[in-house]
């Protein structure tokens, strides 16, 4: 699934609090916003395995959660948003596509790397892949709830995400294109942090084994 769609899912986390204790909202947004969010920050540096953690996010999220049910403070919801909504994109991450430069081709076998069992989680490809119309429905569909519920700055993320979700998934097959000529004119110093996937002679590889 595409950033947005975890960033509006954090915070979705956060909506049941509006209704049990409103002044801590404000606090959960953020904290689920960021669990959404800080998974993906791996992005160059070891992609859906450096700060994911499907297993170990779930279960600190067991104890935190019950830490803010027993004792509600701005600290301990804090702590159970970020834990929650970092789990439920690493979590979410496996009903997706795998690692790989056009991932609606289908081939990687790679979702997220599960640090318990040291081995790689394969798609599901529920969502079929990063940026697809039933991703970008998945964002709609929980912006609609957060629009309705949260107040000013909130309602600026959420259409701030929005946005940025439909210019991606309008571009998503582009940006598949122009990654490895973009890949391809960096300098040597600077390639050699590209993940391989978006280098050429590596998708030339991978597309010619799927043939
Ligand atoms: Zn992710």
């Given at each position: 699934m595409m950033l947005p769609t975890h960033a509006l899912a954090g915070m979705a986390l956060a909506l049941p609090l509006f209704a049990v204790a409103p002044e801590l909202a404000p606090v959960g947004l953020v904290a689920g916003l960021l669990g959404g969010i800080?998974?993906?920050?791996d992005m160059y540096a070891?992609?859906?395995?450096?700060?994911?953690?499907p297993v170990y996010y779930s279960v600190a999220a067991v104890p935190a959660t019950l830490s803010a049910l027993v004792f509600p403070s701005a600290a301990t919801v804090a702590a159970t948003l970020f834990l929650l909504g970092a789990a439920l994109h690493c979590v979410s991450d496996v009903f997706g596509s795998g690692l790989e430069?056009?991932?609606?081709?289908?081939?990687?076998?790679?979702?997220?790397?599960d640090h318990f069992r040291g081995r790689w989680i394969a798609p599901r490809r529920l969502i079929r892949y990063d940026g697809s119309p039933e991703d970008l429905l998945l964002s709609v569909g929980l912006a609609l709830p957060l629009i309705y519920a949260v107040g000013a700055p909130f309602q600026g993320v959420v259409i701030a995400a929005l946005a940025v979700a439909v210019a991606y998934t309008l571009l998503r097959r582009t940006l598949a294109e122009l990654a490895p000529v973009v890949a391809n004119l960096l300098p040597a110093a600077v390639r050699q942090?590209?993940?391989?996937?978006?280098l050429p002679e590596v998708d030339a590889a991978v597309s010619r084994r799927s043939r």
């Open positions: 800080v998974p993906d920050l070891g992609h859906r395995k450096t700060l994911h953690y430069l056009r991932p609606w081709e289908g081939n990687s076998t790679r979702a997220v790397y942090y590209v993940p391989d996937r978006y």
